[in-house]
């Protein structure tokens, strides 16, 4: 039976939740990788029920769904690649919090930043803390466990999420886990659906793990000579076994992009410098001790270095850090984020191998990211147009993905597949891995419905698709 009777019963089924104007279309045709594609309709459920009749109908007539928050994705894994409808979840918001059980109960379409909002009006805290926490959804943190600069003390998306709701592909109800710290009956289905990019079901709410707000937080911004100075500098620290909670590495080019936005040098007499960014967080006493033996670390090792209780105060120290990703455009018109991971063994490595792929490439590769759990953002930048400085960009990417790959790390830490990285993944996984990934999808999702065309199936985004694609902002 054609699509178009699969759209008219999908119409006389939920009158008043589908939409088809041109309008609504376009805005749910593409996520931030910026990539559209065309779709039949967009659908607001109201309930569960509609829900479980979208996607009986979608098996029914083979339509492939796509389900959508906020469309934060960076690598396309909210992008209909292969038409079809559009689920869109943004609506589901509810959130509430348990102060006595530290547990907060979310629906998909919460975004992030509410969630932590409300938490801390109660004294408590939700860690994870993706650059886009202000517009994403948890569902969506949750399909991609989501990191941000926290990750190495608090850990990721996966370490807060105790139980999921929502639905299996062929349009079954289903409760993985619950609001319990314990919970062992049966496979661990809860953590299969966590990071699988809306391939192997729908989450429509979900509980998560609070912990205690920490009351105090101080915060030290440090300058070094070099990559390999200041790298040898985290490497000494987490040789110390202490744990900031937030460390953040800027290399040379980023630093001075930041520094030509902000129109002043971070530190006067200082430049081109490599900057790290140190943050500790919890009681003020206990702090002091991990405070005293930081402050002589950076004392040995930093040319020049900042610190401070202060909100304010800190907050002006964050400005080299919010402001190098937008001020990186002035060394290209578009952006290839790359958030590989590699071991602490190998991040002195890696910035060696990108200062060659600098050279060899002609392009700038400004680099900053997650220092302590080595969550780097590789930012590969070039002129859209330039048809030189693309085929350099795209023969970069590959090196630089097969190079993380021999370094003992992976392609990517908290992005996703998605679109943009599934070429990559044989790079990443052997064949029994993918065969083993694959017959997991199969079973779950017999027909191919939730979002198809994703992670397994190498998509070349340097096509006609993305000149096409017109789209009104870039996200930074």
Known sequence: MPKKSALSELKRRLR???????????????????????IEAVIEPKNDKEIGIVLKLANEFKVPITTRGSGTSLTGSAAPVNGGWVLDLSGWNKIRIDRESAMAYVETGAILEKIKQKAE???????????????????????????????????????????????????????????????????????????????????TRAVIRLIPKPPCKWTLLTAYKNDSSALAAV????????????????????????????????????????????????????????????????????????????????????????????????????????????????????????????????????????????????????????????????KAVNSLMKTVVELGGAITGEHGIGLAKSQFLSMQHNKAEIAAMKAIKQVLDPNNILNPGKIFEPYEVWNKEREKAVLPWDHK
Not at 16 to 36: E, P
Request: hydrophobic share 35%; charged share 30%; glycine share 10%.
């Open 16 to 38: 008043g939740s589908v939409k088809t104007d041109a309008d609504s279309l376009y805005w749910k045709s593409f996520d931030t990788l910026r990539l559209a594609f065309p």
């Open 121 to 203: 009006k109660v004294g408590l805290y939700y860690p994870p803390d993706p650059s886009s926490k202000k517009y994403c959804t948890i569902g969506g943190t949750i399909a991609c466990n989501a990191g941000g600069l926290a990750g190495a003390k608090y850990g990721v998306t996966r370490d807060y999420v105790f139980g999921l709701e929502g639905f299996l592909p062929t349009g079954e109800p289903v409760r993985w886990a619950g609001d319990v710290r314990k919970y062992v009956s049966g496979y661990n289905m809860k953590d299969l659906w966590i990071g699988s990019e809306g391939t192997l079901g729908i989450i």
């Open 235 to 394: 490497k000494a620290l987490m040789k110390a076994r202490i744990v900031p909670s937030i460390l953040e590495f800027l290399d040379a080019e980023t630093v001075l992009c930041a520094e030509r936005r902000r129109g002043k040098p971070i530190f006067p007499g200082v430049s081109e410098s490599t900057v790290l960014l140190l943050e500790l967080d919890g009681r003020k006493e206990s702090l002091e001790e991990d405070r005293a033996f930081v402050l002589e670390w950076a004392k040995e090792r930093a040319l020049k270095y900042s610190e401070t209780y202060d909100a304010e105060e800190s907050e002006e120290l964050w400005q080299v850090r919010r402001q190098s990703s937008p001020a990186m455009y002035e060394l290209g018109n578009t952006k290839l984020n790359e958030d590989i991971v590699v071991p602490l063994r190998s991040q002195a490595a890696l910035m060696r191998y990108l200062k060659k792929l600098k050279k060899d490439s002609g392009l700038a590769i400004p680099t900053f990211g997650h220092a302590a759990d080595g969550n780097f953002h590789v930012n590969i930048m070039f002129n859209r147009g330039d048809k030189n400085q693309e085929r350099a960009a795209k």
